[in-house]
């Protein structure tokens, strides 16, 4: 015959709580024995035990202590709204965890930080945001940058994600173009033809004379991030390749003026 209460050593044996926790429940009234018997040990019915599973299940989500408390004495309905809300919270670290992971896998197989999508909460800026404001610190006092930023403003705040994003996906485009025809003479027609898409890009946001033209193609072979970035797309000297057909480009431009 089933006995009609569970001891503390048979909660214990149960689910496998201490009895330091179930003393400690007691005393916080998050859950009270049923009665106690003669001797004065408490007794736990099953319902007890019910409720020590679901308080169990709820700390498996990190709840504190306090909001489990308030939780477990609302109606089922009620319970099901906050526990949606948690749900999504955790779909969220789970995704985080997930991203954290593909990166340090990422960086342990020798992935330069550049490439890696890490900061996306806490005080830290993401990386785009931080190259952002390093090219500001750096050329911030440039015509070129004003103009730049200029018209980074004319833009509506809403559309400036997807404006960015698809400048990004175009210059990998470019890049991949020029990683195809990198065994060509950088002044070949189909390699200054990609020069001109390049070019076309960069005049989104900017007016493309050969002076910022000829500055970019040096930060391309000079500057160690952007050679990193650039020759993922093709081998390591591409970033150089590049530079050599954008400093034709120019010098064709500057040709073209004195004719």
Known sequence: MKKPYYTVKDMITI?????????????????????????????YNHENLKKLRTILLLKELDLPLKEIAVIIQLPKQEQRKILAGH???????????ERTLINLNDFMSGKDIS?????????????????????????????KYQEYEKNIKQIPEEERAA??????????????????????????KKVQQIVLEWKSYLEQFMIGD????????????????FKV???QF????LNEFIHQAILHYCE???LSQYK
């Open 229 to 231: 970035y650039i020759n």
């Open 15 to 43: 689910t496998g709580v201490t009895k330091r926790t179930l003393h400690y429940y007691d005393e916080i009234n998050l859950l009270n024995p049923d009665s106690y018997s003669d001797k004065g040990y408490r007794l």
């Open 252 to 254: 064709e431009e500057e």
């Open 234 to 237: 093709g081998n390591e000297t």
């Open 87 to 97: 749900y999504e919270a955790m779909q969220i670290k789970k995704q985080n965890l």
């Open 163 to 188: 404006v960015f994003e698809a400048f990004d996906q175009n210059m990998q485009d470019v890049f991949l173009k020029f990683a195809k025809f990198s065994k060509e003479s950088p002044a070949s």
């Open 115 to 143: 490439f890696l999508d890490v900061f996306h909460k806490g005080n830290v800026l993401p990386l785009k945001e931080q190259y952002q404001l390093e090219a500001k610190y750096v050329y911030g006092d440039t015509a």
């Open 210 to 225: 050969t002076e910022i033209l000829q500055c970019i193609a040096y930060t391309y072979k000079e500057d160690k991030s």
